[in-house]
Antibody, heavy 118, light 107 residues
Framework: VQVLESGGGLVQPGGSLRLSCAASGFTFSDYAMTWVRQAPGRGLEWVSSISGGGGVSYSADSVKDRFTISRDSSNNTLYLQMNSLRAEDTAVYYC????????????WGQGTLVTVSS | EIVMTQSPATLSVSPGERVTLSCRASQSVSSRLAWFQQKPGQAPRLLIYGASTRATDIPARFSGSGSGTEFSLTISSLQSEDFAVYYCQQYSNWPLTFGGGTKVEIK
């Protein structure tokens, strides 16, 4: 099982960025996927989750209406489209695979750093 | 939103000691409680789920207990590789929420 994030970088406030998470070693459409972030020196914050089939998703109030989670089973990839970025969105963003039949995050990637700054 | 409160914030212990970390939920999460370990510069690793079930390849010195609102993680004999930050997380209700973490440091 492997999940590998990409797409992080430096972006100006108000800008947009799309994160990707490439999954391998499991049947992607069978598992929920989740994004969790960690601001520098801070704790873990759940961002968004999506069901295996993609029909159900949830997002934290702090990112609702700005961030959109999606998935493409044809290429085993999870996405996080981030718009209207703010300084407080600066964090390492982790992608995590769920455990079968659960929203529990079982396998985590190494993360990708997003820095929002002018 | 369910608030998860961990205590203490920092624990200074010597290798070989037994340590117990606490996690309290602001309302019942049944047994939908997980523990994660995070070392500097690394991603979190799942240790315990369902409050008391060890994840794959997790050593037996790690054990979890509790249900409802009170939970604990015990490390029976602390090894050098166990010095890290530990987070609890509830996955019973949306939004999913984490505790603030307990840092286990060398005494």
């Amino acid at each position: 099982v492997q999940v590998l994030e990409s797409g992080g970088g430096l972006v100006q406030p108000g800008g947009s960025l799309r994160l990707s998470c490439a999954a391998s070693g499991f049947t992607f459409s069978d598992y929920a996927m989740t994004w969790v972030r960690q601001a520098p020196g801070r704790g873990l914050e759940w961002v968004s989750s999506i069901s295996g089939g993609g029909g159900v998703s949830y997002s934290a109030d702090s990112v609702k209406d700005r961030f959109t989670i999606s998935r493409d089973s044809s290429n085993n990839t999870l996405y996080l489209q981030m718009n209207s970025l703010r300084a407080e969105d600066t964090a390492v963003y982790y992608c995590a695979k769920g455990r079968m039949g659960s929203w529990l995050t079982e396998n985590w990637g190494q993360g990708t750093l997003v820095t929002v700054s002018s | 939103e369910i608030v998860m409160t961990q205590s203490p914030a920092t624990l200074s212990v010597s290798p070989g000691e037994r340590v117990t970390l606490s996690c309290r939920a602001s309302q019942s999460v049944s047994s939908r409680l997980a523990w994660f370990q995070q070392k500097p510069g690394q991603a979190p690793r799942l240790l315990i789920y369902g409050a008391s079930t060890r994840a794959t390849d997790i050593p037996a010195r790690f054990s979890g207990s509790g249900s409802g609102t009170e939970f604990s993680l015990t490390i029976s004999s602390l090894q050098s590789e166990d010095f890290a930050v530990y987070y609890c997380q509830q996955y019973s209700n949306w939004p999913l929420t984490f505790g603030g973490g307990t840092k286990v440091e060398i005494k």
